[in-house]
């Protein structure tokens, strides 16, 4: 019976289901956080990844409402990210609704949390420097991105580009004319074609607008934030690198909230992947019609990637935020034993 | 060309005078290098906290003086004659300083550093 049973057992199957589970990605971030923090006590390393840096506890007092804002806004990408599951799963019934705001969430908070900064950015910018410092270079938007942060967003939203045109392109109307379904047909038959939901243009258009106005978010925050004046020549370094830092927060921001809505659109372009066996009443033929679509690899391909996007999403949000957050209650060991030494 | 060049401009202490005296001391000291591009007009006006057509002054006078050339499209240079050192040596260095100042670097250990390679390199070549 139990080799019967793991003869049946497909390793395959069962993990391309379990890659459709839409809390995979949380618990998977999850364990790997605790693995992280499994790591770094046995190693005791020090300003590794996501460790707030000697530079974060002395950049000047102006950047700390900033770095605020963006470690919350992380925090509240997250958190709408999970509120927006729970309504729609269990408090409203959005049965044949083109629900397109569930891939557009983590855009929306993205974009707020960035409209945010630019304000603050934009009234710090109306009072006067102290004392004038006169800049070398011209200072663009690229001037304190990480040049990888900001690579990565643009193949983020060329990626959204890409899958919007293709899913749209594939994708068939409903009778209300509503772009959402993919229609997979029998092959040498006259069976009407099955229709799955999908990422049609009903979803797509939408939410591409949405990753639209999150890239001008992006590049006007990185703008205001590379053109403002410094304060005073002698904390000039210092300033560089909290602009450094905040370009970092608005990069990570960005890309997770891309990664979030990309996964979420990959999720139900894997509703097509297929092979789907039909069988008909009545029907003398034994055997299931086998229907299946021209690009099923690439939908399967795609919902085998969903969670390791969200679980990329998670961390770069959770970096950030910890990164970006003061740690007032987080205590350093370290002081207790030195204070305790010089008593 | 009225004046000669380095002339105090008419409207001494005024903040074009100042935006002037300061990118001078850049150009002359060597901290800007031939054909550099200096900041736009808005950018230099944004970090003086001045109107536009104070900073657009200021590159007027240093204009004058044959400290910068102006070309359309091409921005606002460093003349030839007036900068100690190319732009492309002159980025280095300011790469070089970022990255000692980040690695804790003691500055004239960078110098030591940088003599003895530059005396070993030519004599080599």
């Given at each position: 019976m139990f080799w019967d049973r793991l003869d049946s057992f497909n390793i395959m199957e069962n993990l391309g289901m379990l890659s459709t589970m839409p809390l995979l990605a949380p618990i998977l971030t999850v364990l790997l956080l605790v693995a992280y923090g499994l790591f770094r006590r046995f190693?005791?390393?020090?300003?590794?990844?996501g460790s707030r840096t000697d530079h974060a506890l002395t950049s000047?007092?102006?950047?700390g409402f900033e770095r605020r804002t963006l470690g919350i806004g992380a925090i509240a990408v997250i958190v709408l990210y999970f509120v927006e599951f729970v309504v729609r799963g269990y408090v409203f019934n959005f049965y044949?609704?083109?629900?397109?705001w569930r891939y557009a969430t983590p855009l929306i908070a993205a974009g707020l949390t960035l409209g945010v900064l630019l304000l603050q950015i934009a009234s710090r910018k109306t009072v006067a420097p102290a004392r004038p410092v006169v800049a070398t270079a011209r200072r663009t938007?690229?001037?304190?991105?990480?040049r990888a942060g900001i690579a990565g967003t643009g193949v983020l939203v060329a990626a959204f580009v890409a899958t919007t045109l293709a899913a749209g392109a594939a994708s068939s109307p409903d009778d209300r004319g509503r772009y959402i379904y993919i229609e997979l047909a029998a092959a040498n038959t006259t069976i009407d074609p099955l229709r799955f939901w999908f990422y049609g243009w009903a979803y797509g258009i939408p939410v591409i607008i949405c990753v639209g106005v999150l890239a001008i978010m992006a590049w006007l925050t990185l703008r205001a934030n590379a053109l403002r004046p410094f304060r005073v020549p002698e904390n000039a370094g210092t300033e560089r690198r909290a602009r450094g830092e905040i370009a970092a927060g608005i990069t990570s921001i960005s890309s997770a909230a891309m990664l979030l809505a990309l996964g979420g659109a990959f999720r139900l372009i894997n509703n097509a992947r297929g092979p789907w066996g039909l069988t008909i009443d009545?029907?003398?033929?034994?055997e299931p019609y086998e229907m299946t679509w021209h690009y099923a690899n690439l939908a399967a391909a795609a919902g085998w990637l969903a969670p390791l996007l969200e679980v990329a999403a998670f961390m770069l949000l959770l970096i950030a935020a910890r990164r970006l957050?003061?740690?007032?209650?987080?205590?350093?060991?370290s002081e207790n034993t030195v204070t305790a030494e010089v008593v | 060309m009225g004046e000669q060049a380095g002339a105090v401009p008419a409207d001494e202490g005024s903040p074009a005078q100042e935006i002037y005296r300061q990118f001078r001391g850049l150009i002359t000291s060597g901290q800007l290098g031939s054909g550099e591009r200096l900041p736009t007009v808005r950018q230099t006006a944004n970090d003086f906290g001045v109107a536009p057509g104070t900073a657009a002054k200021a590159y007027k006078f240093l204009e004058r003086d044959q400290l910068v050339v102006t070309r359309t499209a091409a921005g606002t240079r460093v003349s030839e004659t007036a900068a100690v050192l190319p732009a492309s040596v002159v980025r280095r260095i300011r790469d070089l300083t970022v990255e000692a100042e980040a690695v804790g670097s003691d500055l004239a250990d960078v110098i030591g550093v940088l003599r003895v390679i530059w005396n070993k390199e030519v004599d080599v070549l």
């Open positions: 190693s005791r390393g020090k300003g590794q990844l000047p007092a102006e950047y044949n609704t083109v629900d397109w938007w690229l001037s304190f991105g990480p009545g029907d003398p033929r034994s957050l003061p740690a007032h209650q987080r205590r350093q060991p | -």
